[in-house]
Antibody, heavy 117, light 112 residues
Framework: EVQLVESGGGVVQPGGSLRLSCAAS????????MHWVRQVPGKGLEWVSL????????YYGESVKGRFTISRDNSKNSLYLEMNSLKTEDTALYYC??????????WGQGTLVTVSS | DAVMTQSPLSLPVTLGQPASISCRSS???????????LNWFHQRPGQSPRRLIY???KRDSGVPDRFSGSGSGTDFTLKISRVEAEDVGMYYC?????????FGQGTNLEIK
């Protein structure tokens, strides 16, 4: 069974940092590109970042470019999102998703990031 | 970026009646490989999104056959033949044909 389990969310002050993790299981992790997608509570879905299978291709949404860093450790079946210079508008539920053929077949349960003073 | 526009944004439906959600893209979603990567997701309150439909009309395993997807190019539709109580929640279309992937604003289906 495919499982994606996010962790690392919490409350942080504006300007602060946080590192999210996503533990993957039930599939061959290094066969898939992985994404982070976020959702402001009660609002829609926003793509955040993508990393390809071997980490050689990385992309960011304009709203997080220069502040967030995506990475993966295929030996640990794990995906990460390092978030710096956090803003109140980064407050959201962050989901880890698996990419297959232009789609998100599997989603984690999400981890909540709250940026507030 | 491909802008995805859903309508309606709110959809009150009587149990047992059909429902339809439209999703329009600002550009053709035909990928260079000839496929069209248009997806539909359902999100119940407090839950993660669940994929219902991929590549316009392919239903995911376990998705009831009352759900169907159709369309081509820039215009797509999700239809529910007979709405059941468990169908309430938000529905999102998402395109994966062009980078970056983009979502529609969401349609809130509720029972009248």
């Amino acid at each position: 069974e495919v499982q994606l389990v996010e962790s690392g969310g919490g409350v942080v002050q504006p300007g602060g940092s946080l590192r999210l993790s996503c533990a993957a299981s039930g599939f061959t992790f290094d066969d898939y590109a992985m994404h982070w997608v976020r959702q402001v509570p009660g609002k829609g879905l926003e793509w955040v970042s993508l990393i390809n299978k071997n980490g050689g291709g990385i992309y960011y949404g304009e709203s997080v470019k220069g502040r967030f860093t995506i990475s993966r450790d295929n030996s640990k079946n794990s995906l990460y999102l390092e978030m710096n210079s956090l803003k109140t508008e980064d407050t959201a539920l962050y989901y880890c998703t698996r990419d297959k053929m232009g789609s998100y077949e599997y989603w984690g349960q999400g981890t909540l990031v709250t940026v507030s003073s | 970026d491909a802008v995805m526009t859903q309508s309606p944004l709110s959809l009150p439906v009587t149990l047992g009646q059909p429902a339809s959600i439209s999703c329009r893209s600002s550009q053709s979603l035909v990928h260079s490989n000839g496929n069209t990567y248009l997806n539909w997701f359902h999100q119940r309150p407090g839950q993660s999104p669940r994929r219902l439909i991929y590549e316009v009309s392919k239903r995911d395993s376990g998705v009831p056959d009352r759900f169907s997807g159709s369309g081509s190019g820039t215009d797509f539709t999700l239809k529910i033949s007979r709405v059941e109580a468990e169908d309430v929640g938000m529905y999102y279309c998402m395109q994966g044909s062009h980078w970056p992937y983009t979502f529609g604003q969401g349609t809130n289906l509720e029972i009248k």
